[in-house]
């Protein structure tokens, strides 16, 4: 190999004496001058401390004092079934196998798969409810460990959505708009608040899916996607598995203190070809190869288990010992606020219960229910809780209307649902141990107090001291926000 | 070769000629079309304030609905009246108060879009269907005020849009970095030496055109534009589901390669793919080419249902082919009338009928589920003949054999022989038979029976070793699963939410003829569905393609969503440009032609500086004001890494081979049922497109790949730590420093070694400030190096690239870690 090579350079050299190459490349090179870049990215990379606005908040910020400084979004991908789950309404049992009353839906669009309600049929809870802990809140028994801390939850029961697909809901939620491209909440909170860990992203993003759902969801990248903003706020998706990030190793013979002058060398060289070319990705890539460097001594350390006690384990459950599941991501996301990561988005898809009410629906609560109450808990007695926002839920709920046959329980299903839904938060500024709206006496709509998903991330973002009128990005001549112009602070659920 | 490129050569001249232009600016000149022609202006002016948004509509008035737009009461638009609509009388109107768009919005459509509206109006005001649905219009190549940068008539609309928004192109690029980034654009590679000194040969005109028809006719443009063929074709090696067991289709990824290199037409190219089993007297290849149908995930887990499985590959043939052809998301269509475009289900099940008449039948996991076509090597074919041969004489030896040791009258057996009286019963029974009818096991059984006799046995041995040696060699013949049609056809029906075993109403075999009219010549099967993706009416086909190889040249389509020009997709950027591209090319879809004519134009030669005003302007480049600039996809870095080193192989086609991987990560997802043998030697070098790509968990050193389960046509450009780590740790790249450095080691002189290191990454000459940083870099890294003398003994083997000698470890290794730096410089991850 090497004489071909040889061969080659020679002809390079050999032809170079002859004039061909330096001259006259030089001569097609031109064009020297160089331009500012639009913003101010590279901090020092002299001294290798990274980027001053990838760590800074932007000026100004935060509007006014924070009730939390981490997110934790544990996000069921696919539209929890709130009238089995949360939203409990004895009516739906008394009318079980009644058609809609037609005054419950009226003007109302609903997936073409149901096309109109009419004629549908109720259909009853499929387990039990009963009210929980000294606040009494209603929860089913497929959720017992979350039944457990009713009292540390807040649930929103007047959630209401625009749209009635799983992606363009999902989207709405996440970035404010049906149509993907905006920024997403996490990105929002980078770009704003910057990040308290020097050595892990701002944002991080974990997926999982129960074992054997037949939900084919994908995790589409613009769920945690930067639209407009640079590309650095986006979130940083972490493997599935117990090397959640590859290629954390210096290739042998190449030390920290090697790798740290190498990574010198490339932000100079990268800062002249920024102020060259302007292109801002530039100041992207070189923030992005100094916080890989400084994941390489973060992640090992983040994903060592072993200095979780057996009782913390056991608290998450037995999946948590399985890289990739929900539980060990729930875990994760305590190591990573911790560790001063800004936001986790820990998604979690299955939730698709169309026609798998009486089936895949008790592994998908029995895959989530006992880590997400662990998570609360963990933080609570780590003292972590009251710093830290802990949000669960959907893009939607589920109709309390059947999808499928009333005879053929096995296949007992429920189909979208915007209309009314249920969250629930806990920690970060949140009153703990109430329930905030209401839907009818059917779960079909909305009663009282009604919770728009921007109103939802208004209230995320006043919680981490954010003002979502003021946080706003200038693009093609408008100024974006992530609750485009709409969004209201729920006051009464402030702690 | 010559002949070829007078060709190509000659088909520009005529479109440069812009008589063909000209001419067809003249036949779509007259009628104006709504999606064409009138609504961009609308919603340039006017959406704004009387748009789909409510919060901001002034004056109760909405213009982008028909509805409202044509109202009778208080009448804006009066259809066949434009002297007579509000419409126009405000838009010219010379009272600031009256004028629209007002004044203070500092825009103003021009008197030629005026003349549009008015001319619309007088028209009939008729309101159009969806744009990418209509019919593909040509309009006149615009006049532009400054046509210096133009250097084709596409130039001509981008510059016009430009000038409106008071704005321009951007001066080309330097010479040399024109020439990276086409030639990483055409092979995916750097270029070459000798391109790069025909490029610069003083003497000679035209120096661009020579470059590009150099790169067009390189067999390594094929290795390149095969890789989103590949995505969208959603190729793998493997199966795909639980087991995921290996699959033989490398031949028609071969063959795909081979196509874009001899430059088959691109409805032939198409045609074959989806039946070429069906043209008449079909030839081997064209069966092979469609392999892309059965390029579709196979599951082979227990349990499933044969039929439930052929369902799922027969929807996926078919919404496969929606994306790549018609740029439609079908698969909503399965259950439920699609919310946006106007398909309906039982139109979506009448189209996934063309697909569904064919024999494969869903059982099992058996990669190699029929039909499949043998892919043999001539030296294959060869030595299988050979061994049939043998086969052939080793039984008639026998035969001749037991003629004389169990004699017997004209028209007996064996067994009849008064010699085999005493033989037990079965073997009797076998001798029944002549030597070629029996098999492996009767064979053994009498090699028993008669080992006493030496002759006997070996005559017999002779039949069994020939036997298996024949049939080694025909397992060794890869078969690549193909498409066939069935005598009888299938009946089809609307499957309930998607479920194959709710079948509803019955459907006939039918293309949503609203798109394109369906010509009564063409059978009811694949070959006529293909034939309609091509017909001269269909308004999709040659939009979606030329806009994809618009989008790997600059980054981004004219429409953004490539793969999804419904209702829900993005509108062009500029339609006008899309639509003279798209009839252009299907004159004579000409793959080369096409690209020849994009990467010589000046809207690709410009460079691709940016200023804050433009990006400020214009942040993603959709006016194309300047040239493009972007990370290279992760599979053309791996390729650019093996090339500046000096380590790539250009061999081609064959086999898959598994280059470097880090360990146990086939093993952690498969629960160890899959354990990654990494190949040695040349395999590690070859094209990322021979890369094995097991479908369950995809080569890890291609991060931001589709994932080939389904159909993608978008490619995703994400800058994220992970790829740093990637590029700076991954042997693959450590390797290719090391190389690279040792390619250079016999130049004493440091300058000029610098010097050569970026003539072969960055096609450029280092500048000063640069040399300073490396050279004290050096000094540094000698000085770390010599510190740790056991770090750099290290660094030397890193990879399986042997060097000679090294005399001075210290100083190599310094100059691998600076190497190792070079190669990711953003430079050199980007082509610019």
Known sequence: ?495 | MLQRRLMVGLALLAVLSSGRFAAAAEEGGSELRFARDVQPILSEFCFQCHGPDAKAREGNLRLDRAEDALRRDDPVIVPGNAAGSALIERVVSQDDERRMPPPSSKRRPTPAQIETLRRWIDQGARWGGHWAFEPIGVSGTPVVNDSRLARHPLDHYLIARLEQHGSRMADPASGSAWLRRVALDLTGLPPEYELLVDFQQPELPDAGERAADRLLASPAYGERMVWEWLDAARYADSNGYQGDAERTMWPWRDWAIGAFNRDLPFDQFSIWQLAGDLLPESTHEQKLATGFCRNHMINGEGGRIAAENRVDYVMDMTETAGTVWLGLTLNCCRCHDHKFDPLSQREYYQLAAFFNNQPVDGGGGDPQTRPVLEAASPEQLRQRDELDGRLTAARQALDKFEQQRFPREDGQTAADSAAAAELPAEIREILKNAGSQRNRGQLEKLEKQFAADNTHTALLQAIRSAGEARDAVSRSIPRVMIMEELPDPRENFILYKGLYDKPAEKVGIRVPEQLARYDAEWPSNRLGLARWLFAAEQPLTARVIVNRFWSQLFGAGIVKTTEDFGVQGDRPEHPELLDRLAHDFRTDWDVKRLMRALVLSGAYRQSSRATPELLERDPENRMLARGPRGRMPSWMLRDQALAVSGLLTRRMGGPPVRPYQPNGIWEEATFGNKRYEQDHGESLYRRSAYTFWRRIIAPSVFFDSGSRQTCTVKQARTNTPLHALLTLNDTTYVEAARALAWSTSDLHDPRERLRQLFLRTLIRDPRPEEIDILLAARDRLARQFSAEPASADALLAVGEFKNGPVADPIGATSWIALCNTILNLDEVLCKE
């Open chain 1, 1 to 495: 190999m090497r004489s071909a090579a040889r061969i080659a350079r020679r002809h390079f050299l050999g032809d170079t004496s002859l004039g061909i190459g330096g001259a006259a490349l030089a001569a097609l090179l031109g064009q020297e001058n160089a331009l500012a870049a639009n913003e101010p990215i590279v901090g020092s990379p002299a001294t290798g401390s990274s980027p001053s606005s990838q760590r800074g908040s932007l000026a100004g910020l935060p509007h006014f004092a924070p009730r939390a400084k981490h997110v934790i979004y544990l996000f069921q991908n696919g539209a929890p079934t709130h009238v089995d789950l949360f939203d409990y309404k004895p009516k739906l049992s008394e009318m079980h196998g009644k058609p809609v009353p037609e005054e419950y839906f009226a003007g109302k669009r609903f997936s073409t798969m149901t096309g109109s309600p009419q004629g549908k049929v109720m259909l009853a809870p499929v387990e039990p409810f009963a009210q929980r802990g000294a606040s009494g809140a209603w929860v089913s028994d497929f959720l017992p460990h979350t039944a457990a801390i009713a009292d540390e939850l807040c649930f929103i029961k007047s959630l209401h959505s625009d749209a009635v697909n799983h992606a363009p809901a999902i989207s709405l939620l996440l970035s404010g708009a049906q149509i993907p491209g905006r920024p997403t909440l996490g990105a929002w909170l980078s770009y704003g608040l910057g990040t308290e860990s020097e050595s892990l992203p701002a944002f991080v993003v974990m997926t999982s899916v129960s074992k054997g759902t037949t939900c084919g969801q994908i995790f589409y990248d613009f769920y945690w996607g930067s639209g407009f903003l640079p590309s650095r706020f986006q979130g940083v998706k972490f493997r599935g598995s117990s090397d959640p990030v590859l290629y954390l190793r210096n290739p042998e013979g190449i030390n920290s203190e090697i790798r740290r002058g190498q990574l010198d060398d490339l932000a100079r060289l990268n800062a002249l070809k920024l102020a060259e070319s302007g292109d801002p990705e530039i100041s992207t890539r070189i923030a992005q190869y100094e916080m890989a460097f400084r994941m390489q001594a973060s992640v090992p350390e983040l994903t060592d288990l072993r200095q979780e006690s057996a009782e913390t384990l056991d608290l998450y459950g037995p999946q948590v010992r399985e890289p990739g599941t929900f539980a060990y991501h729930c875990l994760m996301a305590r190591r990573l606020i911790e560790r001063g990561v800004r936001s986790v988005q820990v998604m979690h898809a299955g939730w698709d219960q169309h026609n798998s009410l009486t089936t895949e629906l008790y592994t998908q609560c029995k895959d989530t229910d006992q880590p997400s109450a662990a998570l609360v808990l963990d933080l609570k007695r780590r003292g972590l809780l009251q710093d830290t926002l802990v949000i669960w839920g959907g893009e939607f709920g589920r109709t309390p209307f059947i999808q499928g046959n009333l005879n053929e329980r096995a296949r007992w299903g429920r189909d979208h649902h915007p209309y009314a839904f249920t969250a629930w938060l806990a920690g970060g500024g949140v009153r703990p141990g109430i329930s905030y709206g209401e839907s009818d006496d059917l779960g079909m709509n909305v009663a009282r107090d009604p919770v728009h998903v921007h109103d939802l991330q208004a209230t995320i973002l006043y919680l981490m001291g954010v003002d979502h009128e003021r946080l706003t990005f200038k693009f093609q001549g408008r100024q974006f926000r992530l609750t485009d112009v709409h969004g209201q602070v729920v006051q009464p659920i402030l702690a």
